[in-house]
């Protein structure tokens, strides 16, 4: 079964400063792995995904991903985090074992951003 | 092009109701998933549908149906409600050509806010 852990349910930052979000995942085929944003009262936003091609990902609103398959890793990092990013971030895996690319997702990290 | 659209925004109603939610799918997209985020939570995957049948589903008893009607819009239902299906439902849309893969790229809506009282 695929898997994912978010280390930190929530995360403070001083604006300006890098950000990092955690996520570990758990797989027996190679996954295919995504971050997605949400902000209050919203859905969910795609930020980027991992797809087996380059294993740095970048994706919107200046944030990157880096998959390591040593580490089982796929964290999430800006280098100036600003107010507009305070949100709850989500990574998710995809599941290969069903025909629905159905999502697994994490419990989620809460970004607090500070001014 | 027109996102992922869902309704109502918000709804309340009492224990053992019955309720339905509807969804249309982003412009172009065949594939509907239906999650539901319990606060505090991620999503969880309730079912998915694709071409007008469902195409598999989560941990989630049977009172909890849906639809696909042609236009690729979705209904989620779900009978004799419980406190516990308070929630977010969130319904995401997807491109599949030749079949659904684990690549493809879910769009969300901004999901509808359901208490149960």
Same mark, same amino acid.
């Given at each position: 079964?695929?898997?994912?852990?978010?280390?930190?349910?929530?995360?403070?930052?001083?604006?300006?400063?890098?950000?990092?979000?955690?996520?570990?995942?758990?797989?027996?085929?190679?996954?295919?792995?995504?971050?997605?944003?949400?902000?209050?009262?919203?859905?969910?936003? /795609?930020?980027?995904?991992?797809?087996?091609?380059?294993?740095?990902? #970048?994706?919107?609103?200046?944030?990157?991903?880096?998959? #390591? #398959?040593?580490?089982?890793?796929?964290?999430?990092?800006?280098?100036?985090?600003?107010?507009?990013?305070?949100?709850?971030?989500?990574?998710?895996?995809?599941?290969?074992?069903?025909?629905?690319?159905?999502?697994?997702?994490?419990?989620?990290?809460?970004?607090?951003?500070?001014? | 092009?027109?996102?992922?659209?869902?309704?109502?925004?918000?709804?309340? #109603?009492?224990?053992?109701?019955?309720?339905?939610?509807?969804?249309?799918?982003?412009?172009?997209?065949?594939?509907?998933?239906?999650?539901?985020?319990?606060?505090?939570?991620?999503?969880?995957?309730?079912?998915?549908?694709?071409?007008?049948?469902?195409?598999?589903?989560?941990?989630?008893?049977?009172?909890?149906?849906? /639809?696909?009607?042609?236009?690729?819009?979705?209904? /989620?239902?779900?009978?004799?409600?419980?406190?516990?299906?308070?929630?977010?439902?969130?319904?995401?849309?997807?491109?599949?050509?030749?079949?659904?893969?684990?690549?493809?790229?879910?769009?969300?809506?901004?999901?509808?806010?359901?208490?149960?009282?």
């Amino acid at each position: 079964a695929q898997s994912v852990t978010q280390l930190g349910s929530h995360v403070s930052v001083s604006e300006g400063a890098l950000v990092l979000l955690r996520c570990n995942y758990s797989s027996s085929v190679p996954p295919y792995l995504f971050w997605y944003v949400q902000y209050p009262n919203q859905g969910l936003q /795609l930020l980027l995904k991992y797809t087996s091609a380059a294993t740095l990902v #970048k994706g919107i609103n200046g944030f990157e991903a880096e998959f #390591k #398959k040593s580490e089982t890793s796929f964290h999430l990092t800006k280098p100036s985090a600003h107010m507009s990013d305070a949100a709850e971030y989500f990574c998710a895996v995809s599941d290969h074992s069903s025909n629905t690319g159905k999502l697994i997702f994490g419990q989620g990290t809460t970004l607090q951003v500070k001014p | 092009e027109t996102g992922v659209t869902q309704s109502p925004t918000h709804l309340i #109603k009492t224990r053992g109701q019955q309720v339905t939610l509807r969804c249309s799918s982003q412009s172009g997209h065949n594939t509907v998933s239906w999650y539901q985020q319990a606060l505090g939570q991620g999503p969880q995957f309730i079912f998915q549908y694709y071409r007008e049948e469902e195409n598999g589903r989560g941990n989630f008893p049977p009172r909890f149906s849906g /639809l696909q009607f042609p236009n690729y819009s979705s209904e /989620l239902n779900v009978n004799a409600l419980e406190l516990d299906d308070s929630a977010l439902y969130l319904c995401a849309s997807s491109r599949t050509s030749g079949g659904i893969t684990s690549t493809d790229t879910q769009y969300f809506g901004p999901g509808t806010r359901l208490t149960v009282l």
